[in-house]
């Protein structure tokens, strides 16, 4: 056990080592031994394990104990589909369409979209799940000029970005991504099967087509608890190397991108 941290940390810590060597779906030691074992009182490591249920590495079973949860899955900050993302992992996707209307813009979508807020627009609610487990809710937006005759069934038997593709022609260019963190609704709970208030990730991804126009505008939760964010960083551009590459000092201060 390491010498930095609080008592809490610790055990947290050691909870967690236990947990690597474990399989999923493996019960990990009760409560009164573990908190035995490690010399802690049995609220501290109480305290430690709810933590780590609402973070998604247990998952308890009342009257049963705690068990090893599935791990997360690495979500890469990328225009990937969810499909194409769940087969990548070896999950099978598959979704069910909540609801498919076409309404007008108004003025807040247009504005995203880039059209006049009488522009007639797709709005689909999908519920995303890999393996038969929901893991997303996704609100997605399109100019119903785009994709004419999309149906919800198309939306549970494909894959959109495929479709776009495939039936409609486009051509994706480059996504705008903005993240939150957020907690479930009780609507969204019920859908995702999670209990209320679960963290989550709340994306809102803007789309264009290989000409700069706006594809989609999807709004998702992601669970929390199945999920985290993976990037892959750059070096930070040096001032030097711009220097070196372009002339004099740059007057512009860097981006942090
Ligand atoms: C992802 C995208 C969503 C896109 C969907 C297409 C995020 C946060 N969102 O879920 O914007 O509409 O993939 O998936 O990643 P599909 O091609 O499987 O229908």
Redesign the pocket.
Known sequence: MSAWGSKSERVREHVLDLVETMAVGDRIPAERKLAEELDVSRMTLRGVIDDLVREGYLNRRHGSGSYVAEPKIAQPLTMT???DDMRLRGFV?SGRTLELVTVAAGARLARRLQVSPTEPVVRALRL?LADDVPMAI?T?HVLAALVPGLTADDLEHS????LLAARYGVQLGTGAQVIEPTVTSEEESARLGVPVHSPAFL?E?T?RDSAGAVV?F?R?IYRGDRYQLTATLLAPKRRDQDRARSGPAPTIAESHS
């Open positions: 589909s969810f499909s996707p995303r996704e997605l894959s959109f970005y495929d994306f991804r789309t989609e999807v998702s």
